[in-house]
């Protein structure tokens, strides 16, 4: 059964940094796409770091700069490093995992872990 487990959210003052963790079981992470995605309060989940199963990135234009999303293959897991965190990145922070075989996506997404930036 696979599962995504996420940890690493708090609340920290804005300037402050967090690293998130997202722990793959009962699948090989390597071979996914794996994504961090936030939903703040009234707001859909959006995209906020990609990382593909061939290690190129990709950032949501407000957090480039700031974001830094990374793998440990022998881990299973990926990261997120949020420095000079703002009250904007409030949010519920989700790990997403994506694997597309013959046009078919497979995705299984964690619980979410909660962010919360104060001024």
């Known amino acids: 059964q696979v599962q995504l487990v996420e940890t690493g959210g708090g609340s920290v003052q804005a300037g402050g940094s967090l690293k998130l963790s997202c722990a793959a079981s009962?699948?090989?992470?390597?071979?996914?796409?794996m994504g961090w995605y936030r939903q703040a309060p009234g707001k859909r989940r959006d995209l906020v770091a990609l990382v593909t199963s061939s290690g190129s990135t990709n950032y949501e234009d407000s957090v480039k700069g700031r974001f830094t999303i990374f793998r440990d293959n022998g881990k299973n897991t990926v990261y997120l490093q949020m420095n000079n965190l703002k009250p904007e990145d409030t949010g519920v922070y989700y790990c997403?995992?994506?694997?597309?075989?013959?046009?078919?996506?497979?995705?299984?997404w964690g619980q979410g872990t909660q962010v919360t930036v104060s001024a």
């Open positions: 997403k995992a994506v694997q597309t075989i013959r046009n078919t996506d497979f995705d299984y």
């Open positions: 009962g699948m090989v992470a390597r071979r996914y796409s």
